[in-house]
């Protein structure tokens, strides 16, 4: 079935340091891809969008690429700051009949050492 | 414009007993979801409605859980006799069609005892 994966759980940076963040997705279709952060006591608000149409996005000084052939695609930031610890997610939504749906990865909880 | 709003904000029950959850979309928002998202995990969708229809419920425990959405609008998730399996925080999302970004409401904590 189809499903995203982020393996790295944890990362912990200083300000100023360079941000990667890799996901993976596994689906027969031609999917759009997000990349969502959740603050503290917060809902998911989305940061990115990527379509397989666009390969890029960026937002808010982040920006996030895709690969279809590994099927795989980042979150960077040259130069990360305090304000952006929180929980980033990768997510999956399928193009065919069940648009709707979004498929999340378990997150990646980002951490800034001030 | 107001967000999607929820309510209760934090919910405690013991085993077996029923609660549930208040959605309020964002206005003109004909698409409303609901996902359980358990602790350090991502969110996990339950049922999503088009209008008062619904459009996918496959992954909701349809034995405990129920979700309606009478008038398109409000949307109410309820679950009949709560485990503990079922700690988690609840999120509701809208959009203004299937398509497009979908908005979450802050979620309600729910703790089973």
């Known amino acids: 079935g189809d499903s995203v994966i982020q393996m790295q759980g944890q990362v912990t940076l200083s300000e100023n340091d360079f941000l990667f963040i890799n996901c993976t997705y596994s689906?027969?279709?031609?999917?759009?891809l997000f990349w969502y952060v959740q603050y503290s006591g917060e809902g998911p608000q989305l940061l990115l969008q990527?379509?397989?149409?666009?390969n890029k996005g960026s937002s808010r000084g982040f920006e996030a690429t895709y690969d279809k052939g590994t099927t795989s695609f980042h979150l960077q930031k040259t130069s990360v700051q305090e304000i952006d610890s929180a929980v980033y997610y990768c997510?999956?939504?399928?193009?065919?009949?069940?648009?709707?749906?979004?498929?999340f990865g378990q997150g990646t909880k980002l951490s800034i050492k001030p | 414009e107001a967000g999607v709003t929820q309510s209760p904000r934090y919910a405690v029950l013991q085993e077996g007993q029923a609660v549930s959850f208040w959605c309020d979309p964002i206005?003109?928002?004909?698409?409303l979801y609901w996902y359980q998202q358990p602790r350090d995990q991502g969110p996990q969708l339950l049922v999503y409605f088009r209008d008062e229809a619904v459009i996918d419920n496959s992954q909701l425990p349809s034995d405990r859980f129920s979700a309606v959405r009478p008038k398109g609008t409000n949307s109410t998730l309820k679950i009949q006799s709560a485990k503990q399996g079922d700690t988690a925080t609840y999120l509701c999302a809208s959009s203004f069609d299937g398509r497009d970004t979908q908005y979450f409401g802050p979620g309600t904590r729910l703790l089973v005892l």
């Open positions: 689906t027969t279709g031609y999917p759009t």
């Open positions: 990527v379509t397989t149409a666009n």
């Open positions: 206005s003109g928002h004909d698409t």
């Open positions: 997510a999956m939504r399928d193009r065919g009949y069940n648009q709707g749906k979004l498929i």
